[in-house]
């Protein structure tokens, strides 16, 4: 797969997927994990990981694809695509504040969200089917949950302390 085309297909999922982050993510195992075969699910897992625990935007995970493919220049190349369509639509939107209130609007924004959280279902299945494979995976992912979700621990602190936990058990065990 050519830069170009790798540029071409982020551009394609970017205008598809609304809200980016995890949506994209079944599109780009279904093309370049399943299809195109040039990443791993662990190198997808892996670049969507590292989006997460650092600044900035969630889709930039598409940078670290593009740099794990083509080094800098595709980690350049992939940023840019993912950023173009915000920067073009956020000036032809200005202004039609009024298209808010349309009730087409609203449950065309309604449709997208479902659609959405199908799209990061999907995901999360796809990515789980290969990394739970192990019991100290499932501990690890409980205790993921049990931190972000029941105690409401920032996901950095969360992510430090479910890491020395995955190593200890590991250790242990």
Known sequence: MSLWKLALLIALFNLMTFGNGPVMIPLLQTH?????????????????TIARVTPGQANFYVASIGYMLYGIPGAIVATLVIMLPGYI????????????????????????????????????????RGTLTQPIAWVVL????????LLKWNILVALAAVSCLGLLLKWLL
């Open 32 to 48: 370049l994990v399943e299809g195109a075969r040039v990443l791993t699910e662990d190198q997808l897992l892996y670049a969507f």
């Open 89 to 128: 639509m956020i000036p032809l939107l200005h202004g039609y504040e009024h298209l808010r209130d349309s009730r087409w609007i609203k449950s065309f924004t309604k449709g997208l969200t479902v659609t959405s959280v199908g799209l990061i279902l999907a995901a999360v299945v796809q990515i789980a």
């Open 142 to 149: 409980l205790a993921t949950l049990v931190m972000t979700q």
